[in-house]
């Protein structure tokens, strides 16, 4: 079944702190991979994305993401988040014209 | 300039009722979508519309009618209103003529609430 499983549903974490969001994706054949981002009272918009080449890619405001084929993860990384980056973040896979998401992240980051 | 626009941003309405959700965008985009966020947050596709034609009906109650008049525009209609129909609804365009997975462009929501 095609399915997308993000690790943790809250994380709070103090300014400066390191962030990593898992996901882990479930879909056969060839995958796009999306990180969105959805701040509070605003619409999602995109984060980052693979869809081939160098598996670390990097997104606005700092983030990154690494494509790991052999482990089906496509995991979010920020060095030192600020207060701004609360938000719910999602992750997203895209085959065909079909997109899956994960159940979202809900990050708040305490100043 | 709003990219994807929805029309209303809230709808409160009694069950039983029809109501209908516009999308537009100007984007020129050629693939739009309509999305279901519950209240635990989770999204999930409902249609996705490819050059105004159907190409995803996610198991989605036949309550629920989809209909693009032309590139830019997926209404959704919702006849017979239930209460679990509560949620916030989003409408969303790409690029995507191929199925190839592009990035995908948000509208702003609608909030809807039936009582």
């Known amino acids: 079944a095609q399915s997308v499983s993000q690790h943790n549903h809250h994380v709070i974490l103090s300014e400066a702190a390191s962030l990593e969001l898992g996901c882990n994706y479930s879909y056969g054949g060839t995958v796009n991979l999306f990180w969105y981002v959805q701040y509070p009272g605003q619409h999602l918009q995109l984060l980052l994305k693979?869809?081939?080449?160098?598996?670390l890619v990097k997104g606005i405001k700092g983030f990154e993401a690494e494509f790991i084929k052999s482990k089906f993860s496509f995991n979010l990384r920020k060095p030192s988040v600020q207060w701004s980056d609360t938000a719910e973040y999602f992750c997203a896979v895209t085959g065909g014209f079909k997109t899956i998401f994960g159940a979202g992240t809900r990050l708040f980051v305490k100043a | 300039d709003t990219a994807v626009s929805q029309t209303p941003k809230y709808l409160v309405t009694q069950m039983g009722n029809d109501k209908s959700i516009k999308c537009e965008q100007n984007l020129g985009h050629d693939t739009m979508y309509w999305y279901k966020q519950d209240s635990k947050k989770f999204l999930k596709i409902m249609f996705s519309?490819?050059?105004?034609?159907?190409?995803i009906n996610e198991t989605v109650p036949n309550r629920f009618s989809p209909k693009s008049p032309d590139k830019a525009h997926l209404n959704l209609h919702i006849n017979s209103l239930e209460l679990g129909d509560s949620a916030v609804y989003f409408c969303a365009s790409s690029q995507d003529r191929q199925g190839r997975g592009e990035t995908q462009y948000f509208g702003p929501g609608t909030r809807l609430l039936v009582l």
């Open positions: 693979y869809f081939s080449g160098d598996p």
């Open positions: 519309y490819n050059n105004k034609e159907l190409i």
